[in-house]
Every structure is written in structure tokens, then in C-alpha cells.
């Protein structure tokens, strides 16, 4: 199966839809791949590097016409020809489409019976994140943000003490607190400045305190939580609150790092030209939402301007300013992509895969986009309300539950469940207590057996409690913790496992030490593997 890698044609773009190692992982996944020649010039990447691992260099219509065609940037005309025009029907594309704001192409696409895969629509749930290409560069241009000011601002990021006097630290403030905002953070933070960082969503602030940055909020409690991990357009009395907070900080920080958008809406209007006027001269904003109109008022999307001596970057190619990282992340999306598209061999339009599904625009002839929203739950499987006032208890003749209650039969079968844990733990203190003579075989008296074998019941009563009751993400840690409780149980059986007591204490003893040995074991190498996660 043939996979084409054309050279963007849009003014500037400097990315390739796939670095050479990017591109060896297509070739292992069983694609005969096709790099047009220059492609990764822009990137750093030469020619040689795609043929070194296997790919062929050739003209601009061998990419476009393979059966897979990857690129970053929409197909659009170029050089007087449409690059649509080059990709034959029925083939597989693979891009930013922006389908709501490219209605047209989506039409010619659908025309042309080609499959679009936008990687602007890939759904932002967790079994995606391998493929999220949008949080990818949004990383980047975080980071690029922080660097494009700091080459236009006029002094340092850390504070500086020396012999010819004291300098301040730089003021930052980020609007817009999603992965662009928290790059921006820490790349700040990395530099030494002072930084600060406002969100309508409650939820990052925890995210923001991480990154050493102070979360600023205002009186108004609101959430500001919106779909897909965006935030979502806020009342008009929590938006005056916010100007009046931004008002005040224009007067204090000296660069402003603009984030904010809302999928299918214009940039919201969030630094306005009052605010940009009460900035220190050389103050600078970075407006990462200048492709879509900006955040601030005075923002020429493409461009830099100047307005009362405060500099405002309305770059819109800031990823495209680290082609060579940029184009790399960006293929590692995609290979992840095609891996759930069954590579070379099996390739195929699963769309029961919610990936699949969130990401198509056209397949076969028609538009599948947008995807069809998560069915609501229905009225039975919805919980009831609770009433203010408890109704008063039913005679017990109609109190019966019926047969096809659901939520009955579940609480009745947890409750059956721990029923019968119970009894069988009973069974076996009743078992070992009067029946099994197991007192005698491990040489204790009749009472100090009753107790160890009480001890050892409620022991496992308890345990198999705790356990059941910690939600299934913290077993992990939870494994750490249990170390200790291994310790002491080795040091049990190291005092059982002597020639001082009967053998059967002694085996016993001996099993106890190997299983808690296991578990102490397996317990540090998990915890270092999850500190190794945190480990710069």
C-alpha cells in the first residue's frame, strides 16, 4: 500500500506532515512510502535522511497520488494548480481540515469520494491522546510564546543582583490555562520570571500552582467548564469581573501570553485596547489566538504591531517556528493513526472506533461529520430524584420489589455478595475452632490458637474491606503502602520459621515470608517505575 508525504504549499509552513523517523515507522507498519523531494527542507530534514530508512524520493504527483496521503495543512491551490486535483478518487487523506470553517473543500472532498481524516477533530478522550496532534503543537507553541517575547522584551526573566544594581524579575501573565497556557507557564517559570494565570476553570488550578505559577480567579463563582477539555463562554457578569481583574494586572505585569479559544467561534475579545494602553511601554502580548481574530483587541493576525509602545506578536505559524520537533510530534500522531487503521495490512474505516469516528469528514461519498453526539441515557436508567421529604414506609405487602427492577437486583446481589464473604470467613473461624485440630498441630494451647485464628479472620475481614472499597486508580499506590504491612508479616514468619516450634507452624511461617517477600518485591519496583515518571 502505497503513502504519499507531499511538500506543504501554504506561505511559511515550514513542517512536514512526518520526520525520517516518523517515516521508518510508517515503513515498518508495511507502507511503501513516497517523500516529495524538498519536502523536509523546511524542517531540517534532507532528502537523504527519508532515503536512509527506506522511503522514495519523488515528484509532487507520485505523493499525492499514493492511496494514503499525509499532509499537515489542508490541500489548496497552489502554483495555479489545486492540489485536490492531484489526489485520486477514492484515496485516503489525512489532515488539518477544519471542516465547520472549509465547507467547500469538505463538499469537493465528498465529490471525489476521497476519505478525510481531520486531525483537528480527533476527540479528545483519554484512548486518543497518542493521537492528539492539536495538544502536540499546542505544547510547542506555548513554549515558542514564552521565547518570541522574551526576544522582544527588553530586559531579563530572572531578577539580577549585581555590582551596577539591582534588576526586577519579569511580570507574565497567561490567559488560558489548557496546554498551550501551561507550557507557557513552565517555560516562564524555567526562565525565572514571576508568573500568573487566569482560567475560567476551576479544575487547573492545581495545574498551574504545579508549574510554580499563582492562579488568579474572581469573586464570581462559575464554572467554566466546557466540552472536549475546552473552556465555554461565560455569563456577562463573570465576564465584567474578569475585565476589571485584567484591568488591574495590565498595570503590573510586563508580557501578556494570550490562549483562549472556543471550537467553531471567533477568538472571544479577552485584552482590550484600554488594557494594552495602561501596559508599560516595551511590555509585550503574545496572542496565540491571532489565527482565529485574536484575543487582544489590537492584534494583527500574521503580524507585529505596536500600539502606546507595547509590543503584540500576532504570529500565527508558531509551531511551524520549531518545524523540526513540530513535524516529528506531528508524525508520531499520525503513525499512532494509522495504527488504528490497521496498518498497510489489514487498513480499514473502522468507524465503531471512536477515534475513527470523532476524526472522519467524508468516506464513500458522504459526510460523516460532525459525529453523532453520545446518546442520552434513558428515563429508566436514570437515577431518581431524591425527594425533599422522605415518603413514610410502605405496608410490607406492597413493599415487595418486582421482578424487573434492576436496581434491586444489583443492590442485591452486592449485598449477597458480601453476605456470603461474610459466612464463608465465619465458617472458617468455626472450622478452625472446633474441627480441624489445628491447635494441636502447631503445638499452641487451645485459647492462644483462638486467638491467633481470630486475629487472622478479622485481619482478612478488614483487609478485603479496604481494598474493596479504594477506587481501582489508586491500587497502584495503594501497593506502595502495603510494603510496610509486608514487613511486619516477614518478620512473623521469620520468628515462626525456626526449629523452635512445630514443623507446620514452621511451613506456614515459611509461606508467609515468600508471599510477603513477593509483595514487598513487586511493591518497590512499581513505586520506582511511577517516580521515574516524574523524573525530568
Aim: glycine share 10%; charged share 20%.
Amino acid at each position: 500500500m502505497n503513502l504519499g508525504i507531499p511538500k506543504e504549499s501554504h506561505p511559511g509552513e515550514r513542517r512536514v506532515a512526518a520526520s525520517p523517523a516518523a517515516a521508518k515507522r510508517f515503513v515498518e507498519l508495511g507502507f511503501d512510502v513516497t517523500v516529495e523531494a524538498g519536502a523536509g527542507d523546511g524542517a531540517s530534514y534532507p532528502d537523504s535522511a527519508y532515503e536512509s530508512i527506506g522511503a522514495k524520493i519523488g515528484s509532487a504527483e507520485d505523493a499525492f497520488g499514493a492511496d494514503v496521503i499525509l499532509k499537515v495543512r489542508a490541500p489548496q491551490d497552489a502554483d495555479g494548480a489545486r492540489e485536490l486535483d492531484l489526489i485520486r478518487e477514492g484515496a485516503t487523506l489525512v489532515s488539518y481540515v477544519f471542516p465547520a470553517q472549509n465547507e467547500d473543500l469538505v463538499a469537493d472532498l465528498k465529490a471525489r469520494k476521497i476519505t478525510t481524516l481531520a486531525m483537528d477533530c480527533v476527540p479528545r478522550i483519554t484512548r486518543a491522546q497518542k493521537v492528539d496532534s492539536l495538544s502536540s503543537m499546542a505544547n510547542i507553541a506555548g513554549y515558542r510564546a514564552v521565547i518570541e517575547a522574551a526576544n522582544e522584551f527588553g530586559s531579563f526573566f530572572t531578577g539580577q543582583f549585581t555590582a551596577a544594581g539591582k534588576v526586577p524579575p519579569a511580570k507574565v501573565l497567561v490567559i488560558g490555562a489548557g496546554v498551550a497556557g501551561l507550557s507557557a507557564i513552565g517555560a516562564a517559570r524555567g526562565l525565572g520570571a514571576i508568573v500568573r494565570a487566569f482560567d475560567t476553570r476551576e479544575s487547573v488550578r492545581d495545574q498551574i500552582k504545579s508549574l510554580g505559577g499563582e492562579f488568579l480567579t474572581v469573586e464570581i463563582e462559575e464554572s467554566g467548564e466546557g466540552g472536549g477539555g475546552y473552556a465555554k463562554t461565560m455569563s456577562k457578569e463573570f465576564i465584567d469581573a474578569e475585565m476589571a481583574l485584567f484591568r488591574e494586572q495590565a498595570k503590573e505585569v510586563d508580557i501578556v501570553i494570550t490562549t483562549a479559544l472556543i471550537p467553531g467561534k471567533p477568538a472571544p475579545k479577552l485584552w482590550l485596547k484600554d488594557m494594552v494602553e495602561a501596559m508599560k511601554p516595551g511590555s509585550v502580548v503574545v496572542d496565540l489566538a491571532a489565527e482565529q481574530g485574536g484575543n487582544c483587541e489590537v492584534t494583527e493576525p500574521g503580524a507585529r504591531a505596536v500600539h502606546s509602545g507595547v509590543k503584540i506578536l500576532g504570529y500565527t505559524d508558531m509551531p511551524s517556528r520549531m518545524a523540526n520537533v513540530a513535524s516529528d510530534l506531528y508524525g508520531t500522531n499520525l503513525g499512532h493513526l494509522l495504527d488504528e487503521l490497521g496498518g498497510a495490512g489489514s487498513f480499514s474505516v473502522d468507524l465503531e472506533n471512536d477515534i475513527i469516528r470523532g476524526a472522519i469528514v467524508t468516506h464513500d461519498g458522504e459526510i460523516l461529520w460532525p459525529p453523532p453526539a453520545a446518546p442520552e441515557p434513558s428515563p429508566a436508567a436514570k437515577p431518581a430524584p431524591k425527594p425533599a421529604v422522605e415518603p413514610a414506609p410502605k405496608p410490607a405487602a406492597a413493599a415487595a420489589p418486582k421482578a424487573d427492577a434492576p436496581a434491586a437486583t444489583s443492590e442485591g446481589s452486592g449485598f449477597s455478595r458480601k453476605a456470603l464473604i461474610g459466612v464463608a470467613l465465619t465458617a472458617l473461624w468455626l472450622w478452625l475452632r472446633f474441627g480441624s485440630g489445628a491447635s494441636d498441630a502447631v503445638g499452641e494451647t487451645e485459647s492462644e490458637f483462638l486467638q491467633h485464628v481470630t486475629v487472622f479472620i478479622l485481619a482478612c475481614f478488614v483487609g478485603w474491606q479496604v481494598i474493596w472499597s479504594v477506587t481501582a486508580a489508586l491500587h497502584t499506590p495503594l501497593m506502595s503502602v502495603t510494603n510496610a504491612i509486608s514487613g511486619i508479616i516477614v518478620v512473623g514468619g521469620l520468628v515462626l520459621a525456626t526449629d523452635e516450634v512445630p514443623q507446620t507452624a514452621a511451613i506456614i511461617g515459611a509461606v508467609a515470608i515468600l508471599f510477603a517477600t513477593i509483595n514487598i518485591v513487586g511493591g518497590f519496583m512499581v513505586t520506582r517505575r511511577m517516580l521515574r515518571m516524574f523524573n525530568k
